[in-house]
């Protein structure tokens, strides 16, 4: 535990008055020792021992660790008072995106939602699964190349404990989700192979569940067109609806725009922009947040010239501003 400090000795009047922040901090923050333990990077039974005046060792480096934790929630604090999280916007698009979920799910069907980075489609799958019981959402990472790396994900999300052969993983599965009427996400699913397509395929005829497939433009196309190979022909025939958002709506931006309480037409021409760009909404947020910050730091309203600023720094490139209108 002592490796990453400095050493430095502090008094037991010090101790206390960190004992006692902590002890504030965890009240007012209804936190569990857990939490602290996990961010502060001191064992759960040594930070709560010693903040309870209780523990018997060297009290300097839980001190010092301790102050860390502090401070370092204090500037987390301090950074979401300048731009707070609204969490998640109902757009346009989230809602197109959520509608046709609702009709994989109940259908059931396997719907296939894909679009250009930032969009908003992961957003919206999550807030989705928040919302409905029985859905549950894996990320095909390109680690999750294999059947049994299927299995083990998806058993994970339903909490199928049991191991085995690839097969009784697979049987076990379809039994917890007959009758659920539930529906799997796939995020990322361009990562899919034709055999990971055909398990889910599968899921989806034997259990009479929905399976909606989220991703870049290669799922899509390697499901349709005159290429379409016949290998997909299965799964291609089951795909009931095709949503493909090649990029953030108008509408959408300005529904953002609202929720954060943006006003000023150059901030929002300025936004529109980065908007335009790529990242969409996922730039856009992350530009307004640290264009925030930038104008709060020297106490003034937020600008235009902030937007682009914060834009340069994420990008290395200029807001083009002729674009936005």
């Not at 979401?80 to 259908?107: C, E, K, W, Y």
């Not at 029985?134 to 994970?156: D, Q, R, Y």
């Amino acid at each position: 535990m002592s490796d990453d400090v400095t050493g430095r000795k502090y008094s037991q009047e010090e101790q206390q008055l960190l004992r006692t922040r902590l002890l504030e901090h965890r009240s007012s923050k209804d936190l569990r020792w857990k939490d602290i333990a996990a961010e502060s990077g001191v064992p759960m039974g040594t930070i709560s021992a010693w903040a309870g005046g209780t523990y018997q060792g060297e009290g300097s480096p839980i001190a010092e660790k301790a102050e860390r934790y502090l401070a370092s929630t204090e500037k987390r604090e301090a950074v979401r008072a300048i731009a707070p999280d609204l969490g998640f916007v109902l757009t346009p698009s989230a809602q197109d995106f959520m509608a046709l979920l609702n009709r994989a799910q109940h259908m059931p069907d396997i719907s296939v939602l894909t679009g250009a980075p930032g969009v908003g489609k992961t957003r919206a799958a999550c807030e989705y699964k928040r919302r409905n019981p029985n859905v549950f959402k894996i990320v095909a990472e390109p680690s999750l190349s294999t059947i049994p790396a299927l299995l083990g994900s998806i058993a994970h999300e339903l909490r199928v404990t049991e191991v085995g052969r690839q097969d009784r993983i697979a049987r076990l599965i379809k039994q917890r989700l007959i009758g659920t009427r539930a529906l799997i996400i796939v995020d990322e699913a361009q990562h899919l192979t034709t055999e990971m397509l055909d398990q889910l395929r599968a899921f989806h005829d034997q259990a009479e569940i929905g399976i909606a497939l989220v991703g870049n433009s290669a799922v899509i196309g390697r499901l349709e067109g005159g290429r379409r190979s016949q290998e997909y022909a299965q799964l291609y025939s089951r795909v009931g609806m095709r949503l493909n958002r090649r990029e953030a709506k108008k509408a959408d931006v300005d529904a953002l725009l609202d929720a954060w309480g943006v006003e000023e037409k150059g901030v929002r021409l300025a936004l529109r922009a980065v908007a335009k760009q790529g990242g969409a909404l996922r730039s856009c947020n992350k530009a307004f947040l640290l264009a925030q910050m930038i104008a709060a730091n020297e106490g003034r309203a937020l600008s235009a010239e902030d937007v682009q600023l914060a834009y340069g720094q994420i990008s290395d490139q200029r807001v083009p501003l002729r674009e936005a209108a």
